[in-house]
Each structure stands twice: as structure tokens, then as C-alpha cells.
């Protein structure tokens, strides 16, 4: 089991948490996708992991991840 954990520094509500979920979750391979709102960051669990296709993801829902 894989687990990647993004700084993502916009999400601040649970708007911003559904979103994310919603589209992270489709990836082929994430079992679990975490948003910690205080933190700002996305925790993505899951194997195999494809580190392009989250980033993706989360540009998706209108995220930016941050470098």
C-alpha cells in the first residue's frame, strides 16, 4: 500500500473537501483519499499509485498543488 500526502493551499471548506474526494477517488488504484482542512493538505492511500493521474485529479476540481 502506497500513501502520498499534497500541499494543497486553497482547500479551506468542506466544499473544497467534497470536491477533491469526488474526482481524486476516480483514479484507478486510490482506495482512500483524506483532506485535512487545517493542514491544506490531500492524503491519497491506494496501489498502484499514478502520481500524474491525482495531480490531475486535483487540478480537476480546481486545486493547485503546491511544488
Do not use: F, N, R, W
Request: glycine share 6%.
Amino acid at each position: 500500500m502506497e500513501e502520498i500526502t499534497y500541499s494543497v493551499p486553497g482547500v479551506s471548506c468542506a466544499h473544497c473537501q467534497a470536491a477533491i474526494t469526488s474526482e481524486v477517488s476516480t483514479v484507478a488504484g486510490v482506495e482512500s483519499v483524506a483532506v485535512d482542512l487545517d493542514a491544506k493538505t490531500v492524503t491519497v492511500t491506494g496501489d498502484p499509485l499514478d502520481e500524474q493521474a491525482i495531480l490531475a485529479a486535483i487540478d480537476e476540481a480546481g486545486y493547485e498543488v503546491a511544488a
